[in-house]
Nanobody, 122 residues
């Protein structure tokens, strides 16, 4: 079973920053696009950011554009999400995912981590 492991979540005040990491097997990182999704209580899991295999193509949700940045280091089999200017509405469980196609639809991703909690206090 593929294991993607997220880390870096926590409690932060509004306006603060966090960096999430997602680590996994090399065979997954080398052959898949990657993405970050989030799920707040009572809401659907939603797209946050996605990145191509090489890292040259990225897309961010409008709600995080200009504040969050996705990146990946294939040599380290790790993906990152730098989150700046955090807002209370960013509070959610953040999941990393891997899949074959660069898509904002969560159904396109076959591999998922267990999630890491991000809580932003006002």
């Amino acid at each position: 079973q593929v294991q993607l492991v997220e880390s870096g979540g926590g409690l932060v005040q509004a306006g603060g920053s966090l960096r999430l990491s997602c680590a996994g097997p090399g065979r997954i990182f080398s052959s898949n696009v990657m993405g970050w999704f989030r799920q707040a209580p009572g809401k659907e899991r939603e797209f946050v950011a996605i990145i191509s295999r090489s890292g040259s193509d990225t897309h961010h949700a409008d709600s995080v554009k200009g504040r969050f940045a996705i990146s990946r280091d294939n040599a380290k089999n790790t993906m990152y999400l730098v989150m700046n200017s955090l807002k209370p509405e960013d509070t959610a469980v953040y999941y990393c995912a891997a899949g074959m196609y660069l898509s904002t639809r969560r159904e396109s991703y076959a591999y998922w981590g267990q999630g890491t909690q991000v809580t932003v206090s006002s």
